[in-house]
Every structure is written in C-alpha cells, then in structure tokens.
T-cell receptor
Framework: QQQVKQSPQSLIVQKGGISIINCAYE??????FPWYQQFPGKGPALLIAIRPDVSEKKEGRFTISFNKSAKQFSLHIMDSQPGDSATYFCAAKGDTGGFKTIFGAGTRLFVKA | ETGVTQSPTHLIKTRGQQVTLRCSSQSGHNTVSWYQQALGQGPQFIFQ???????GRGNFPPRFSGLQFPNYSSELNVNALELDDSALYLC???????????FGPGTRLTVT
C-alpha cells in the first residue's frame, strides 16, 4: 500500500517530441506528489509537484496530470531536448510517519538529437 | 545547486565497520531527511529530524542512527556495515510546514 509504481523503466524520445512517464499509487492518504530529475552523480532535483485537489499543473515545458479516482499521475515533457536526458522519479508523501516520501523506481529518459 | 552540502563525496569501508556521513542544510531549513539510494533504484526514506529529534522513520534497522545539531546540520551513522549498505546516501532539507525538500549531491558509500 506504500508503493508507488512507475513506468516505463526507460524511454527514448526524439528531440522535439513529448516524453510521458506514468505513476500509480494505492495509499489515498498521500497528499503531495512531486517529480524529481536526477543527473548522474547528482542528487534529485525537485522539478514540479501537485496536490490531489488539482487535476493538472504546468510549469514551462513540464506538466503533471493527476487522476485522483484512478490513483494515477503522469509527467509530460513537451518539446523534449537532449538536455532533458536524465532519470526521473515520481514520489508521494503522506502525513503519517513523519515526512515519509515514497519514490518510484525511476525512468531513464534519453532524448535523441 | 540547492545549497545542501554533504561530505564526504565518496567513502570505502569494510564490512563490520562504522561510518558517519554529514549534511549541511540549506540556509533557513530546519528539517532534514536522509535517504538511501541503491544503484538503479529510487531513494528510500531512512528517517527525518526536526528540532534535534527523530520524528519519522522508514524500514531501516536501529544500526542506522542520526543526529541533528542546533545549526540544523546533521549526521547519519551506520554501525556494523553490511555489503548491502553500499549505496548513495542523500540528505534533503526543508522548512517545517513546507512540502518542498531539496537534496544534496549525496555520499557514495562502498562496503567491501
């Protein structure tokens, strides 16, 4: 019930294309859903986040779509660029047990020039 | 860069030894969390510290312990190291009451 399932494991997209990464969760107590971007040798960097009372949030080329009834959320990267090549993690945070944030297993994105 | 710093960058230890990792929080951040990230996996929550006390813990044994100091810097201590403890250890800081947490670059621990 504490898991966050992320797919696909890896993704190859042409430059200018749309990258889509999906996540699903079980625990309805989760109240905050961030996405992180991680480059090799670096820590995860907060990219964009959403709360369950909002169905979509857009920041620049990055959009989160949130489906509360299906317990699913996704990240869309529009006009994907080679510099977007990184590992992306979805995550979910609940109120119980401290600030426990559960991460998905990650998606390795490669954007071909 | 987030302003969260960690030391050392890399560390090699032998099974059974003890290790201390350090984290300096971003200015103004009074809450710190520690995560373990195995190769090819997402980070796993170890514990969180606020006001120098642990107030949340993941599924990690007691040989994983921590400290938070009055200046909000913190330490992660691991006793009786096992081979499976080899991982990237990340700390993340935030302001209490905010959901946004910011990660440091991590410490790569190798246990041989």
């Amino acid at each position: 019930q504490q898991q966050v399932k992320q797919s696909p494991q890896s993704l190859i997209v042409q430059k200018g294309g749309i990258s889509i990464i999906n996540c699903a969760y079980e625990n309805t107590a989760f109240d905050y859903f961030p996405w992180y971007q991680q480059f090799p040798g670096k820590g995860p960097a907060l990219l964009i986040a959403i709360r369950p009372d909002v169905s979509e949030k857009k920041e620049g080329r990055f959009t989160i779509s949130f489906n509360k009834s299906a317990k699913q959320f996704s990240l869309h990267i529009m006009d994907s660029q080679p510099g977007d090549s990184a590992t992306y993690f979805c995550a979910a945070k609940g109120d119980t047990g401290g600030f426990k944030t559960i991460f998905g297993a990650g998606t390795r994105l490669f954007v071909k020039a | 860069e987030t302003g969260v710093t960690q030391s050392p960058t890399h560390l090699i230890k032998t099974r059974g030894q003890q290790v201390t990792l350090r984290c300096s929080s971003q200015s103004g951040h009074n809450t710190v969390s520690w995560y373990q990230q195995a190769l090819g996996q997402g980070p796993q929550f170890i514990f969180q510290y606020y006001r120098e006390e642990e107030n949340g813990r993941g599924n990690f044994p007691p040989r994983f312990s921590g400290l938070q100091f009055p200046n909000y810097s913190s330490e992660l201590n691991v006793n009786a190291l096992e081979l499976d403890d080899s991982a990237l250890y990340l700390c993340a800081s935030r302001v209490a009451g905010s959901d946004e947490q910011y990660f440091g670059p991590g410490t790569r621990l190798t246990v041989t």
